[in-house]
């Protein structure tokens, strides 16, 4: 998939912030699919995702054995497996730590570039002032 990305333009300090779409260059995603799936992100997380149903989300955290925390991220079900949203910077450390264990399961863990993340944004009095979206 071809990516061209937006022209750089400075936060501007407005209050009244435009609908607005934005790249989320600074954050990833990564993708867990298999059999084994849902039963090794419930060890690996500290979301109850056997609880998790197609239209949730939920903030978790990978620990290491010790209760480390490894990376925050944002999980939800995609398709058969999970899918999270993290910074970039901790994607591929991050990666590394949660597949250790996953020889003995059934799963393909393994970062998405393909999809591009965006985030929406608006300045949240419209709707109060009962203007149109």
Not at 4 to 29: C, E, K
Not at 49 to 59: I, W
Not at 88 to 117: M, N
Request: charged share 25%.
């Amino acid at each position: 998939m071809a990516f061209t990305p937006f022209p750089p333009r400075q936060p501007t300090a407005s209050a009244r912030l435009p609908l607005t779409l934005m790249t989320l260059d600074d954050w990833a995603l990564a993708t867990i699919t298999g059999a084994d799936s849902e039963k090794y992100m419930q060890g690996q997380v500290t979301a109850d995702v056997s609880q998790m149903t197609e239209d949730q989300h939920l903030l978790a955290a990978h620990c290491d054995a010790k209760g480390k925390m490894w990376s925050n991220l944002r999980l939800f079900r995609d398709g058969d497996g999970f899918a999270w949203i993290e910074r970039r910077s901790v994607r591929e450390p991050q990666l590394t730590e949660l597949k250790k264990y996953a020889v003995f399961s059934k799963v393909t863990i393994a970062p998405d570039d393909e999809r591009v993340l965006l985030g929406v944004a608006r300045f949240s009095g419209a709707r109060r002032a009962g203007k149109p979206l």
